[in-house]
């Protein structure tokens, strides 16, 4: 007899799966579930702001009980947005007294969404606001100088999002603006001119009635002065420019929408923090063709994968130009398309 055929396991215990320990979860024996509650009393606010993960929401907006109130997002929503301009669901305390907070459980369907990327070369978009209608493109006349090319890529991202934008000079006092605004004369753009001594208040505020606003320009160009003049109270920080550089410094350093109130009617305007670049690595140039609706329709003719270029051969567009069938914009408005094209090429 072997070691192994010895009789010694009689006195071994019996092991079974009822044995085994189990070590409770931390997080409680209730199953995970993807079902949601359906927060069917949930109000609805605007996001007016975010700051270090808390969010400034107007509850009621246009109506007798409007307020704000501070929210923070719901788990949820970990892996979505929220940004200046949503209109949001809101559960929780929504009475907006001190030291209450309720939780955004929803964000509702945005009409429009206003992007930007780091460059041109990076698909990774920056929202800056949603559901704006208009925007306020602010460009300094003078000090510091207007930048063709930037104004460019804000008219590039504005049709790419469907807002429609103005163009606000400033400091006319300072330089005419008339050589810059040539640049632009092909193009479907209301043009303010403001002095640093006169802004055209009653002009600008008629643009912003009824609309969603977005205020965009270079830092320095007096962006967040002009937001101070419509809206009393905002205090938005303003700054000057730096006289060795000519480039401007930059003051606000957060979206924020401030609601305009005249006897005429009501309005939003949304003020961002100055840049001075702006990356469209996330549009789609097809989309800046179809901001010139005409220009759109004869393009049907042209070639397939016809960029619209100077240099693009049998362009239907050049060919209807040359041919005088677009009037006397015609070539001015082509020469527009071809400039904002031409930031992709």
Known sequence: MTWWDA????????????SVRVRPSRRGSRPRTKVRPEHADAVEGVVLGVDRGRY????????????PITAARASELRRKSVVTGDHVDLVGDTSGEPGTLSRIVRVRERSTLLRRSADDTDEVERVIVANADQMLIVVAAANPEPRIRLVDRYLVAAFDAGIQPILCIT?????????????????DLPVVRSRSDEMPIDRITAELIGHRTVFVGHSGVGKSTLV??????????????????????????????????????RGWVI??????????????????????????????????????????????????????????????RLESLQRLLATFA
């Open 7 to 18: 009789d010694d396991d009689e006195d071994e215990p019996e092991f079974d799966e009822s």
């Open 56 to 67: 400034s929401v107007l509850v009621d907006e246009d109506g007798a009980d409007e307020h």
């Open 171 to 187: 400091k006319t006092d300072l330089a005419d603006p008339s050589t810059f605004l040539e640049n632009f004369a092909g193009l």
């Open 228 to 265: 101070n003049a419509l809206v009393p109270g905002a205090d938005r920080a303003t700054g000057v420019v730096n006289t060795v550089t000519g480039r401007g410094r930059h003051t606000s350093s957060s979206t924020v929408s401030l609601r305009l109130v005249t006897p005429a009617g």
């Open 271 to 332: 003020d961002t923090p100055g840049v001075r670049s702006f990356g469209l690595g996330h549009v789609d140039p097809a989309n800046i063709l179809g901001a010139f609706s005409d220009l759109a329709l004869v393009a049907e003719r042209c070639p397939r994968g016809c960029t619209h270029l100077a240099d693009a051969p049998d362009c239907a567009i050049a060919e209807a130009v040359a041919a005088g069938e677009l009037g006397d914009t015609g070539r001015a």
